[in-house]
C-alpha cells in the first residue's frame, strides 16, 4: 500500500533550520506534484509548498516563499523541505502530501486535491 513517512521534525530556537523529508512507498513517484501542509493547535490545516512531478515548478504559501524550499529527488522517491529563519509562528504537525494525478490545475494548495498523506512530523520553534 501508499506508505508517506515524514521526518526531520523537532524542537529549535526562532531563527534556525530543520530539513524535512517524506520518503514514499507503494506509488509511481515520480507520476505525483507533492506538497507540504501545517496545521498549528486549534487551526485548520494549511497549505506550505507544493512541487510539481519532475521537481521543475514549485509553489509556496506566503507566509513561507523565500524561507522554505521544497525539493524532491525521484530517484529516491524523496521530497524535502528546507525550513530556514524559522518562527514561532511555523510551530505546528507538518505533513507530506501526493496530489491526486487526476488533478492537473495550477492551484496546488487545496487540500482535497492530495490522495494520500503521511502521519505527520512535529515541527516547534521556541522564541
Known amino acids: 500500500q501508499v506508505q508517506l513517512v515524514e521526518s526531520g521534525g523537532g524542537l529549535v530556537q526562532a531563527g534556525g533550520s530543520l530539513r524535512l523529508s517524506c520518503a514514499a512507498s507503494?506509488?509511481?513517484?515520480?507520476?505525483?506534484?507533492m506538497g507540504w501542509f501545517r496545521q498549528a493547535p486549534g487551526k485548520e490545516r494549511e497549505f506550505v509548498a507544493a512541487?510539481?512531478?519532475?521537481?521543475?515548478?514549485?509553489y509556496y504559501a506566503d507566509s513561507v516563499k523565500g524561507r522554505f524550499p521544497i525539493s524532491r529527488d525521484n530517484a529516491k522517491n524523496t521530497v524535502y523541505l528546507q525550513m530556514n529563519s524559522l518562527k514561532p509562528v511555523d510551530t505546528g504537525v507538518y505533513y507530506c502530501?501526493?496530489?491526486?494525478?487526476?488533478?492537473?490545475?495550477?492551484?496546488?494548495?487545496?487540500?482535497?486535491?492530495?490522495?494520500?498523506w503521511g502521519q505527520g512530523t512535529q515541527v516547534t520553534v521556541s522564541s
Open positions: 502530501a501526493a496530489r491526486d494525478p487526476a488533478y492537473s490545475g495550477s492551484d496546488y494548495s487545496t487540500s482535497y486535491e492530495y490522495h494520500y
Open positions: 507503494g506509488l509511481t513517484f515520480s507520476s505525483y506534484a
Open positions: 512541487i510539481s512531478r519532475s521537481g521543475g515548478n514549485t
